[in-house]
Each structure stands twice: as structure tokens, then as C-alpha cells.
């Protein structure tokens, strides 16, 4: 078994379980810091090692353009190339259709790209999709999906649900295929992306869709772009309803900790988002208190540290009014500070989480963070 649970919390769907890969075993639930292009936005992987990030998430469409696979795969592969001692996943790169300046159009053969380096057409196929992320080396790999925008409609975003699942057969059978000479403890997990919206009936067909395809773990893609709190939940409880308990649930694009919590709670096991990082380098940090807007005048002169209640080396050693000024001036390291503080606040609240589960106190500690979050 690829996934073991090993507490469950009683009065909610929340658990704890070990998710083990060829690189080694990871603690569910878990957060992941995005790592686009092998680094977190102005961090590094020792501050990754310095804030217990288990695991990391990268762009294998960005990364297949530069450095390259090649490269990648010459050094020994993406744990090598950025020295990260956790878990790393790759993301196919299906979330790239959000933006205009690389996507084209797709069809059900795959995905045309438009590099940005240097403006050539690329065609992305589930086969080699899955190539290009073998050679990257990841722990666990992500299928090719059609990511459809909140705001299509129905019909559109069915259109989605179909490409997904033809795509996500083909991504199963070539995965498979290249590894098939592979030990299964050396080889890369594959975890399937479901889309459809917020519309139960097109998520029960790409849900079922997946079934039988017997992945590592199941994704839930397309969320985290402009949906309410209540639809997305309610397909959380869809999934849970249709699949393995076995098997990990991964709420892809979420970074918000009270929405981290409450999905934690209704049975998912992995998150990544840039939302933690954006927002600090924007000047919104996460706090004790909820989320202080840094970049107000009124913390100009504030001696204060971010947060009272942090235990984090920005908390310790830089003031707000700092830390304000290095952000108003664009300085990096102003942005390198409030990112570390906000994934620092997101790992601790995910500890704090598993000592609830372990306690049957999930609830409790939600509500404890109502106060603050909305």
C-alpha cells in the first residue's frame, strides 16, 4: 500500500495517514509551497528544510522549456537539481491554460502551447506529457488536464471534463508503460486530476472516469477561481462519497488556512497555492489574529513584530515597520520575508491540525480560527 491511515478523527472525515514514494514516506495532511521553476518565489530549498516543508510542487511545462529535461534528468533528477531532501511533485502543466500568453488551444489529441521564451508552437500530448515528467524526476507525478475557468459555461466546462478523461486514460497507460521494467518502490506515483466545476453531475463523470484507472491518489482540479466556499465543499463531499478511502485526496490551488482546515476536516490530504506567497510579497501576512494588511499606513512607524504569537526568525528579528518599507520599495528581501512567514503560519497550522486529530479536537480548532478568518 501506497497509503496508509493512521488516525482518523471522530467527529470529522479528517485523518492522518503515510503517503510513501521511492524517495521516501510523507505525513498527510500536508501543504505545498509552489516551486514553478525549482524554487519557491525569493526562497530557497534550505528555507523549505527551515520551515519542515515535507514536500514541494513544480511546473514540468515550465521546467521542459528551461533549464530542460535534459539537464534535469543529467544532475540526477529535480531532488538533486534544487536540493530538497522531501517529496517533490510535478504538475503537468495543464494550469498554464489560465494564461493567455502561453495557451492556444487544445484538442482531444492534447495541448498547444506557445513557449515564452522564445514563441515557438509546442504541442503537448498526454505521452509525452508524462515522459518529460518521468525525466524530471518527481515523487509523484500529475495526469494532463483541461483546467476550465469558473466563468465558462456548463457546456464548456463539460467539453473539459471529456479532454480530462480521454487525456487521463492516456497519461495511465503511457505512465505505466515507461516504468513497467521499474521495481515498484523505485517507481513515480501518478495521481489523476478530476475537473468539472462546481456542477455535481459533471464531477460524478469525470469522478467515475477515474475509477478504474487505478491511480496513486485522486486530485480535485479547477477550484481556487472564484467559486464559493459552499460549492467547492460540496464537491469535496462528492469525491469522498465516490472514492477510496484508501487512496489520498489532493485540493489543488487552495492556500487560504481556515479553507485549508474545514477541507482537512471534510477528508482531504494535500494542498499547494500560491496564494500564501503572492499575498505576503503584496503585503497581507497571516497571523494569529487573522490577516494583517501590512502595506496600511498605520504600521508605518509599528515596532511590533508580524505576529506576537510567531515563533518564525522574521517574527523574531524584524519589526513591521521594516518589513512594510522593504515591501513599499519592491526590495526582494522584503518579499523573501513575508513569504517565509506566511508558509512558517501554514505549516504551523497543519501541525497544529494533526495534534486535533489525534485528540478528536478538529472542530475546536476550526472554530478557534472563525474568529479570525472568514
Same mark, same amino acid.
Given at each position: 500500500?501506497?497509503?496508509?491511515?493512521?488516525?482518523?478523527?471522530?467527529?470529522?472525515?479528517?485523518?492522518?495517514?503515510?503517503?510513501?514514494?521511492?524517495?521516501?514516506?510523507?505525513?498527510?495532511?500536508?501543504?505545498?509551497?509552489?516551486?514553478?521553476?525549482?524554487?519557491?518565489?525569493?526562497?530557497? !530549498?534550505?528555507?523549505?528544510?527551515?520551515?519542515?516543508?515535507?514536500?514541494?510542487? !513544480?511546473?514540468?511545462?515550465?521546467?521542459?522549456?528551461?533549464?530542460?529535461?535534459?539537464?534535469?534528468?543529467?544532475? *540526477?533528477?529535480?531532488?538533486?537539481?534544487?536540493?530538497?531532501? *522531501?517529496?517533490?511533485?510535478?504538475?503537468?502543466?495543464?494550469?498554464? $491554460?489560465?494564461?493567455?500568453?502561453?495557451?492556444?488551444?487544445?484538442?482531444?489529441?492534447?495541448?498547444?502551447?506557445?513557449?515564452?521564451?522564445?514563441?515557438?508552437?509546442?504541442?503537448?500530448?498526454?505521452?509525452?506529457? $508524462?515522459?518529460?515528467?518521468?525525466?524530471?524526476? !518527481?515523487?509523484?507525478? $500529475?495526469?494532463?488536464?483541461?483546467?476550465?475557468?469558473?466563468?465558462?459555461?456548463?457546456?464548456?466546462?463539460?467539453?473539459?471534463?471529456?479532454?480530462?478523461?480521454?487525456?487521463?486514460?492516456?497519461?495511465?497507460?503511457?505512465?505505466?508503460?515507461?516504468?513497467?521494467?521499474?521495481?515498484?518502490?523505485?517507481?513515480?506515483?501518478?495521481?489523476?486530476?478530476?475537473?468539472?466545476?462546481?456542477?455535481?453531475?459533471?464531477?460524478?463523470?469525470?469522478?467515475?472516469?477515474?475509477?478504474?484507472?487505478?491511480?496513486?491518489?485522486?486530485?480535485?482540479?479547477?477550484? *481556487?477561481?472564484?467559486?464559493?466556499?459552499?460549492?467547492?465543499?460540496?464537491?469535496?463531499?462528492?469525491?469522498?462519497?465516490?472514492? !477510496?478511502?484508501?487512496?489520498?485526496?489532493?485540493? $489543488?490551488?487552495?492556500?487560504?488556512?481556515?479553507?485549508?482546515?474545514?477541507?482537512?476536516?471534510?477528508?482531504?490530504?494535500?494542498?499547494?497555492?500560491?496564494?500564501?506567497?503572492?499575498?505576503?510579497?503584496?503585503?497581507?501576512?497571516?497571523?494569529?489574529?487573522?490577516?494583517?494588511?501590512?502595506?496600511?499606513?498605520?504600521?508605518?512607524?509599528?515596532?511590533?513584530?508580524?505576529?506576537?504569537?510567531?515563533?518564525?526568525?522574521?517574527?523574531?528579528?524584524?519589526?513591521?515597520?521594516?518589513?512594510?518599507?522593504?515591501?513599499?520599495?519592491?526590495?526582494?528581501?522584503?518579499?523573501?520575508?513575508?513569504?517565509?512567514?506566511?508558509?512558517?503560519?501554514?505549516?504551523?497550522?497543519?501541525?497544529?491540525?494533526?495534534?486535533?486529530?489525534?485528540?478528536?479536537?478538529?472542530?475546536?480548532?476550526?472554530?478557534?480560527?472563525?474568529?479570525?478568518?472568514?
Amino acid at each position: 500500500m501506497t497509503f496508509k491511515i493512521t488516525h482518523k478523527d471522530k467527529h470529522t472525515n479528517a485523518r492522518i495517514a503515510i503517503l510513501k514514494t521511492k524517495s521516501g514516506n510523507i505525513e498527510t495532511p500536508f501543504f505545498m509551497p509552489i516551486s514553478t521553476k525549482a524554487t519557491p518565489k525569493f526562497l530557497n !530549498s534550505k528555507h523549505l528544510e527551515q520551515l519542515n516543508a515535507k514536500a514541494t510542487i !513544480s511546473n514540468a511545462l515550465i521546467l521542459s522549456l528551461r533549464p530542460g529535461t535534459k539537464l534535469i534528468k543529467k544532475l *540526477g533528477g529535480i531532488k538533486q537539481f534544487m536540493n530538497f531532501k *522531501g517529496i517533490n511533485f510535478t504538475d503537468s502543466g495543464g494550469f498554464q $491554460m489560465y494564461s493567455p500568453s502561453i495557451y492556444i488551444k487544445s484538442n482531444l489529441k492534447g495541448v498547444h502551447f506557445r513557449n515564452p521564451i522564445s514563441g515557438e508552437k509546442i504541442f503537448m500530448t498526454p505521452e509525452n506529457n $508524462m515522459k518529460i515528467q518521468l525525466d524530471i524526476g !518527481s515523487d509523484v507525478a $500529475m495526469t494532463l488536464d483541461e483546467m476550465p475557468m469558473y466563468t465558462h459555461s456548463k457546456d464548456q466546462i463539460k467539453i473539459a471534463v471529456e479532454k480530462t478523461s480521454l487525456w487521463a486514460q492516456r497519461c495511465k497507460n503511457e505512465h505505466d508503460k515507461l516504468q513497467k521494467s521499474l521495481p515498484k518502490n523505485k517507481r513515480q506515483l501518478l495521481f489523476g486530476i478530476t475537473q468539472g466545476g462546481k456542477y455535481k453531475d459533471l464531477r460524478t463523470i469525470s469522478i467515475t472516469n477515474h475509477l478504474n484507472l487505478n491511480f496513486d491518489g485522486h486530485s480535485i482540479g479547477g477550484f *481556487g477561481l472564484g467559486e464559493t466556499k459552499q460549492e467547492e465543499q460540496n464537491i469535496i463531499k462528492l469525491h469522498k462519497q465516490l472514492l !477510496s478511502e484508501n487512496k489520498p485526496l489532493y485540493l $489543488m490551488g487552495i492556500g487560504d488556512p481556515l479553507e485549508i482546515l474545514e477541507a482537512i476536516a471534510l477528508g482531504c490530504d494535500c494542498f499547494d497555492s500560491r496564494l500564501p506567497t503572492q499575498n505576503a510579497r503584496r503585503g497581507t501576512l497571516f497571523t494569529s489574529q487573522g490577516k494583517l494588511k501590512l502595506l496600511n499606513k498605520k504600521h508605518e512607524f509599528s515596532k511590533l513584530p508580524i505576529d506576537k504569537n510567531c515563533n518564525c526568525f522574521v517574527c523574531k528579528t524584524y519589526t513591521r515597520s521594516y518589513i512594510r518599507f522593504l515591501l513599499k520599495e519592491q526590495e526582494p528581501t522584503g518579499k523573501a520575508l513575508a513569504s517565509y512567514h506566511n508558509l512558517h503560519y501554514l505549516q504551523q497550522i497543519i501541525k497544529e491540525a494533526k495534534i486535533a486529530i489525534k485528540n478528536n479536537k478538529l472542530k475546536q480548532l476550526i472554530k478557534k480560527l472563525k474568529k479570525y478568518y472568514k
